[in-house]
């Protein structure tokens, strides 16, 4: 079976075989806790996680840019409190056989990782690694 690329982008390749997703990382900046509420394109790559001592939020809340193929994000619960990406208007996020609202969320539910991918424009695809994910759906 062929590996397809989908893009290529700051030295991460994602590809598509079938329903596998391949992405080839090189390394990755890890953005701790606080930080810019806005996720930028140009943050392509970055882990977030929701480690932060000092914040007393029970939930970590990231705006993803607009959904264009070949962005990536890794979203990382490490404390249990939450993390939360939120979609870009009109933009919805898949994970499995759900789709969120336009502009809704993935948030974990408890300790995980998450990967976010976008394959094609408009839509963010969900990847859970590990832990529990929940995607707004009304």
Known sequence: MTVLPVV???GVKVSRSGQNV???LGAFSVVQGGGAKDIAATD??????????????????????????????????VNGEGIRAVAANGDTIVQDADESIAGGYVESTERGWLKLVCLEDGVWTAYPVRGIWALETA
């Open 44 to 77: 392509c790559g970055k882990h977030y996680t929701n480690k932060d001592e000092d914040d007393d939020l029970d939930t970590h809340e990231k705006n993803l840019p607009a959904a264009t193929a070949g962005l990536h994000y890794d979203f990382h619960d």
């Open 8 to 10: 290529a982008r700051n």
């Open 22 to 24: 391949y992405v080839e």
